[in-house]
Structures are given as structure tokens and as C-alpha cells.
């Protein structure tokens, strides 16, 4: 809105300024001539009254004598025109003088007393001298009209000497006198004049107004007779019938001859008469010219200059598109003043526009340069960001020492110049952009470098990235299609989430890599997905398990006849009185062994695979009831209240029977044995957020925070007191979180030392 603002002042600010100098002596002479042409341009017209000129020529000179002819030679011209019976006779001669010859000035007037429409010419007094110079009295008989002749051109500041207005009435010491061309019209009949006069108390008052004559063309645009002709009867016939005549001088020489706009740039005069002839074509076919008003002007200019500058704005139109149509504006606005001018006898001065052009190209220009440079100038702030503390782009190029002395004086340099020129500018981009090329190869580089395979996805899921390291890939691909889809296609084909999740040892298509795959959002435009190849890791974790189980099925089979064989020696009496507790020590070892023998197995086959988890639907309720029928007891034996929750809170579970059964077990199991005589263990389950949580609490020894995860660890076993106290292998937590993994859940505990444990399974509803 302030800008808006801003613009539209200084539009109005420029129009102003170009109409106030539209006004000065200059622009009105070049307005002048502005108006000359575009009048030449639209044409010459043809006459719209029946005027004619008998025009005093070179011929009627040379055939009856040198002007001023004697009055009676004119009186012959009269009445012979007369005789032609025209519609009125209009006379542009100055008739003020006496003749020589008194019988001369009589036979004119008689001539004009038998002339019913004449017409005679005033001029104001020459040299300043007060009032009018008319016909001799005798001229002046009632029929007679008046009208003034005066063409005085630097009244309308015309220095030019070019005759374009006349005005409709003239007053001087105090009497006024309407045009020549008015009364010529009037005494034809036509009574254009009637619109200048005004009756005030009685009294006839004339309205005094340039009126902008429509020249129909240079001189001979009228039809014209030689006097010479019409007083030798030569008139061709009804050449003069009820036409509007006027006689006037013609001749080079004459004094009254006047530059028109049609006078073309060799100077060629037209006659005053035909200049009258012109006006009075121009009130007959009412088409004076009016004017722009200077609020139309003001307006014409401002809409002007704002469409330059909406044309400087428009995105499109940059360079030199933009002065190709500034420059294309000088005829537009030249084409609209004439056809103004030509079809609407309206005059819109195309030169102020043309300034306001002239002013407001350059003008945006500069405009244009001061917004560049400030953004320029803003880019390079940022671009100049230096602050290793909150990692401007340079940190990591002064980190990684990609930069010289030199160049940091260099910078340093620049930055402190304060003669900020456009060189400034430019030199300072270029050493800035030069930074960032060197910055973006530091960073290819170590994409290069990296062995883990790294795409990347747009906000849309689109590949847009891959680096070197996805090259090696069997299944690469070079511009693929959705990265889940993809990474899908590389991998085991199973369904990856985009959103921030990541996956273990997952198989390649053909099963011989194994990837850690990380899928981390990049802030709302994409994603970042890593490849990590464990491989290596996954073959060894194999062979290890591979290893201990195939060791533990060995140890298996001996210890199972180890047992056999002691049991047999006990039951059978075998062995001496004396024998007995060592068999026992034998029997009950040999039970440890196979106990850590069995758990340890548990483990490896969950672990390996080859132990599918069948998922079935089933009651929670009676597993419960199962586990309480076997640990109810070992509870009771150590006094410690072992809680369930009632029946009607159980809801059904989906999971593997035998598997959830056995590490419910090993958690409630464990409670008891950390827990001392008095205390109780609590089992409780809920459901929510499509989870079915199990917890187990006790109020036994607790674990310490620092130790928390390490008790899923396989062969963990803490070094405190209670532990030692217990017989175990630090395999039953172990056991329970593969479970709980291989259900697509986890377990983990909450504990505070010397108070009690909280151990939580999750398993998906
Ligand atoms: P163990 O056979 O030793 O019980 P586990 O894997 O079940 O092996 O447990 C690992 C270790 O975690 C135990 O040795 C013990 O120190 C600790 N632990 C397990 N459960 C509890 C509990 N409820 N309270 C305190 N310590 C516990």
C-alpha cells in the first residue's frame, strides 16, 4: 500500500513538473509546431460552404493595373458578381481612404447600396491609435456589415508568424466588432455569430475567443475566379450563384499574406482571404478545434508516465524490450493526437508526453540501478556471513583449512571498503561466488568420499540426489522413480516408511549385502536416506551364533547321558552312602548346564531365523493363569505377593503363544529373584495407541540408570549382591527382548535403586 502510494505521488510528482514546463515559451512554440504537423498529417478536408474567392491576382493586376484599382473598377466587380446573384459578398479590402476621384467612391457606393448581403472589412487603427479603421461612411449604409480582419498574430504568442485563431470578436477603444467570417455567414444567412453575442441590458456584447481555424489544405484550397475574369464576363456559368463570395488581394507582395500550418517548410503564404475562407469553412461545418484542458493534459501525462512505469515493472518487458516500447510510445502518442485531431477536431499536444518520456525513461533507470544495488549489497552481507559460531557457510571452508592468509586478507580487505561501488560490488561477488564454488566441491568431495550410500528425496518423494557410493550398487539406477519404491527395488522389496525410521541388516535383492538403512527428514523438503553396508558384521553375528549353537547341541547329547547315567547310579543305590551328595553336586550342576545349554538355544533359533514366529489370536487370561500356576509357589516360598490382574480387564493378544508365555515368565521370574522376602510383584497390561503393554514391578533391588540397557545384553549379569546371590546366565532379559523385536515391539525398564523395577514389553495391538 506505501508503495502504491510512493509510485502514484511520483507520478502526479512528474506530470506536474512536465505540465508546468509545457507552458514555458519553448514548449508552446514546440506545441505550435506539434499542432502544425498533426494538422498536415490528417489532411486537407474538403470545403463544407459555398464560399468562393475572386481573387485580385497576378493576372487581373497585369490586365487592368497596378492595386489600389479606382473604387468604380471595383463597382463594376460588385455588380457583376451581384448579377451572378451569390449569397452575400464579402469585401477583405480596407475601404477607409477617400479616392481621388469622389465620382469613384460614389459609384462604389451605389454598387454596394444594389448589393442586398455585402459584407466590409474593419481593422483596428494602425501604430496603437484608438479605435477602428472602417469604409468611408459612405460604405457603411445599414445592409452593410462589419467585420473585423484583424490577424494580429502575437497576441496568441505565435512567433512563429504562423496564422492558426482567429478571435470571434475584437474590441478596441471601447467599440468591438464581431469577425469577418462571422458576418460573412451572417449576411449569407447562416447565423454561427449568434452564439458570440449576448444581449446585456439591451446593449450588444460580443464574445471575444480564439477559435482554432480547420484549415482545409494550403492556398488554393477554395475555388477561386480572377477578377480579371468575372469583369470580363468569363465566369463560367453559375460559378458564383448562391455562393458565399469574397474578394480579396492575392497577389505576392500584397501585405497580406500569412504562413499557415499547411505552409510547408518552403514558406509558401496564403493570402488573407483565404485564411477568411478558412474560418468561415471552419464555423460553417462547426469544426473549430477545441484544446486540451490542462487537467486533460495533466491526466494525459500522469496516465503516461505510469504506464512507463507499470511497462518498467512488467517482468516480461526487461532491457531493451522495455526502451523498445518506451520509444515505441513517441508514435503512439503522436498517432493518438492525430487521430484526435482528425476525427475528433480535438488537439492533445503530444510533446509534453514525449518530455514526460524523455524525463521518466532515465528516471526509472536510475530507480532500477538504486534497487539492484541494494539488493546487491544485501546478498553480499549475506554472502560475507563469517561466524564459525552458528556455522555461516565459510566456517566449514575455514574449518577444513581451504583458506589461505591471502584470502582471508583479501576478504578482509574488501569488507572494509566504504567506496561501495558497482566494481566494488561485482569484484566482492566474484570473490564470494569464487568461496562458494571452492565450498561446493569441499562438500562434493566429501560426498564423494563417503562409503555409505546416501540418496536423497524432494518434499515430493522424487529422487533428486544419489552420490558415488549408490553408483556401486547392483540394481543402480540413474534417474529413478519414488525413492521408497526404489530403495524397495535395491533392497529385499519390502515397504519402507519415508518418515524418520531406520532398519537393520536388511538384505540386498539378491541376499549377499546386508544395510543398516537410516531414512532421516531433511527440514519439510525431503528426506536423507543412508545405506550403512554391515555386511562384514551380520556375516560374523552369524557364524558366531552358528558357532555356539551347533557347540551347544554337542554339549547337549553327553549331558544328557551324564544325567541319565547319575540318576540311574542315585535311584538304583549304586553308588556308597558316602557317594550320595557328590552325585547330587554332579546331578544339579549337569541341570545348570542343561538349563543355560536350553536358554542360550532359545535365543540363537529366535535369533537365526529359523524359529518362525507364529502369530495366533489368543486370551491373555489363561497364559496369565498358566505362569501364576508355576511361580505361585517359588512367590510363596519367598513370602512375596505376586499380583495378576482380574480376568475381566484381559483383553486378546495377537502373538505367539509359546514365545510371549516365556518372556512373561522370565520378567516375573526375575522380579521374584530380585526381590526381597515381603515385598510383592505386580503384573499388569493395557491398551492403547495400538500397543498392548505388559508390566512387571517389583519392589526389589532396582537397576542402576547407567546400566538399564546393558541387562538385555546376552551374558549380562550385574556385579551387586543380590545378582550374585541368584544363579542365572544373564540370558533371560536377552531372550526377552528378542521376542519382543522379532513381534515388531521392545522391552525396556524404569527402575530406581534400592526401591524396585519397572519392566515394560510392547508388542503391537
Ligand atoms: P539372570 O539370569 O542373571 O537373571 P537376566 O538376563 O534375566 O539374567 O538379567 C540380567 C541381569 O539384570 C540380572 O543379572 C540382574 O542383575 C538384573 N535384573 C534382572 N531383573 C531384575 C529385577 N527385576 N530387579 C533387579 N535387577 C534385575
Excluded at 546393558?710 to 545378582?723: D, G, L, P, Q, S
Aim: proline content about 5%; aromatic content about 8%.
Amino acid at each position: 500500500m506505501k508503495h502504491v502510494v510512493a509510485v502514484a505521488a511520483a507520478c502526479f510528482g512528474v506530470a506536474l513538473a512536465v505540465l508546468l514546463l509545457s507552458w514555458t515559451n519553448y514548449f508552446s512554440q514546440l506545441n505550435s509546431s506539434a499542432y502544425d504537423f498533426t494538422l498536415r498529417m490528417a489532411g486537407e478536408v474538403r470545403p463544407a460552404s459555398p464560399t468562393v474567392i475572386v481573387a485580385i491576382d497576378e493576372a487581373s493586376v497585369s490586365q487592368i493595373g497596378r492595386w489600389p484599382w479606382r473604387r468604380d473598377k471595383l463597382a463594376q466587380l460588385i455588380d457583376r458578381i451581384q448579377a451572378e446573384r451569390p449569397r452575400a459578398i464579402a469585401i477583405d479590402l480596407l475601404l477607409g481612404d477617400p479616392s481621388a476621384n469622389e465620382a469613384d467612391d460614389d459609384a462604389l457606393a451605389a454598387s454596394i447600396s444594389r448589393t442586398p448581403h455585402i459584407v466590409l472589412a474593419a481593422h483596428i487603427a494602425p501604430d496603437g491609435a484608438p479605435g477602428w479603421q472602417k469604409p468611408l461612411p459612405k460604405f457603411q449604409q445599414p445592409h452593410v456589415l462589419l467585420g473585423h480582419v484583424h490577424a494580429d498574430i502575437s497576441e496568441f504568442q505565435e512567433m512563429d508568424g504562423v496564422n492558426r485563431r482567429i478571435y470571434t470578436a475584437k474590441t478596441s477603444a471601447g467599440s468591438s466588432m464581431l469577425a469577418f467570417s462571422l458576418q460573412a455567414l451572417r449576411a449569407a444567412g447562416v447565423n454561427t455569430a449568434q452564439q458570440f453575442e449576448r444581449d446585456i441590458q439591451g446593449a450588444k456584447v460580443h464574445i471575444s475567443s480564439p477559435v482554432d481555424i480547420r484549415f482545409i489544405g494550403g492556398r488554393h484550397s477554395f475555388d477561386q475566379l480572377s477578377a480579371a475574369e468575372v469583369l470580363n464576363g468569363q465566369t463560367p456559368r453559375d460559378s458564383l450563384k448562391d455562393r458565399i463570395v469574397l474578394i480579396g488581394l492575392t497577389t505576392e507582395g500584397s501585405g497580406d499574406e500569412w504562413l499557415t500550418p499547411f505552409s510547408t517548410q518552403d514558406g509558401q503564404k496564403t493570402s488573407g482571404v483565404e485564411i477568411h475562407a478558412n474560418a468561415i469553412d471552419t464555423f460553417f461545418a462547426s469544426r473549430a478545434i477545441s484544446e486540451a484542458s490542462w487537467a486533460s493534459m495533466f491526466a494525459g501525462i500522469f496516465a503516461a508516465v505510469l504506464a512507463l512505469w507499470g511497462l518498467n515493472r512488467a517482468r516480461r518487458l526487461e532491457g531493451l524490450r522495455f526502451y523498445l516500447c518506451a520509444v515505441l510510445m513517441l508514435p503512439a502518442t503522436v498517432a493518438l493526437s492525430w487521430a484526435l485531431l482528425k476525427y475528433g477536431n480535438f488537439w492533445f499536444p503530444f510533446p509534453p508526453l514525449w518530455t514526460a518520456l524523455v524525463f521518466v525513461v532515465p528516471g526509472l533507470e536510475v530507480l532500477e540501478i538504486v534497487r539492484v544495488n541494494r539488493d546487491l549489497d544485501a546478498k553480499i552481507r549475506r554472502l560475507s556471513v563469517w561466524d564459525p559460531e552458528r556455522n555461516g557457510w565459510i566456517a566449514p571452508l575455514h574449518a577444513g583449512e581451504l583458506e589461505s592468509e591471502d584470502h582471508m586478507l583479501q576478504r578482509k580487505r574488501l569488507l572494509a571498503t566504504t567506496r561501495r561501488n558497482a566494481r566494488w560490488r561485482l569484484s566482492t561477488i566474484d570473490f564470494f561466488s569464487d568461496d562458494l564454488v571452492k565450498f561446493l566441491s569441499f562438500n562434493n568431495a566429501i560426498l564423494d568420499s563417503i562409503e555409505d550410500v546416501i540418496i536423497v528425496a524432494d518434499a515430493t518423494g522424487r529422487v533428486v540426489y544419489q552420490n558415488p557410493a549408490a553408483h556401486r550398487l547392483k540394481r543402480f539406477t540413474e534417474s529413478p522413480p519414488r525413492a521408497t519404491e526404489y530403495l524397495g527395488y535395491l533392497l529385499d522389496g519390502r515397504r519402507f516408511e519415508t518418515t524418520g525410521s531406520s532398519y537393520k541388516s536388511v538384505p540386498s535383492h539378491d541376499g549377499k549385502r546386508y544395510y543398516n538403512v537410516t531414512i532421516s527428514p531433511i527440514a519439510q523438503s525431503g528426506v536423507v536416506i543412508t545405506l550403512h553396508d554391515e555386511t562384514a558384521q551380520h556375516e560374523l553375528n552369524q557364524a558366531k551364533s552358528d558357532m555356539v549353537s551347533l557347540v551347544s547341541h554337542e554339549l547337549r547329547t553327553p549331558l544328557t547321558s551324564i544325567r541319565g547315567y547319575t540318576d540311574m547310579l542315585m535311584k538304583y543305590d549304586l553308588v556308597a552312602e558316602k557317594g550320595k551328595p557328590f552325585l547330587s553336586t554332579i546331578i544339579d550342576e549337569s541341570r545348570r548346564l542343561s538349563g543355560l545349554i536350553q536358554s542360550f538355544l532359545d535365543i540363537a533359533y529366535i535369533e537365526s531365523g529359523r524359529q518362525k514366529i507364529e502369530i495366533t489370536d489368543f486370551e491373555l487370561g489363561p497364559v496369565l493363569r498358566d505362569m501364576l500356576a508355576v511361580l505361585g509357589p517359588i512367590a510363596e516360598g519367598k513370602r512375596i505377593r505376586l499380583e495378576t490382574p482380574p480376568d475381566s480387564r484381559l483383553t486378546r493378544v495377537r502373538a505367539d503363544r509359546v514365545l510371549l508365555h516365556q518372556a512373561l515368565t522370565n520378567l516375573v521370574t526375575n522380579a521374584i529373584k530380585y526381590s526381597p522376602a515381603g515385598t510383592a510383584v505386580r503384573v499388569s497390561v493395557s491398551n492403547g495407541n495400538d500397543r498392548i503393554r505388559f508390566q512387571v514391578s517389583d519392589e526389589g533391588c532396582g537397576i542402576p540408570a547407567g546400566e538399564a540397557s546393558r541387562v538385555f545384553e546376552k551374558f549380562y549379569r550385574r556385579a551387586n549382591k543380590e545378582t550374585r546371590d541368584q544363579s542365572g546366565f544373564g540370558l533371560g532379559l536377552a531372550f526377552v527382548k528378542e521376542v519382543a523385536i522379532k513381534h515388531g515391539g521392545d522391552v525396556f525398564v524404569e527402575s530406581e535403586v534400592g526401591k524396585g523395577s519397572v519392566f515394560t514389553l510392547w508388542i503391537p495391538a
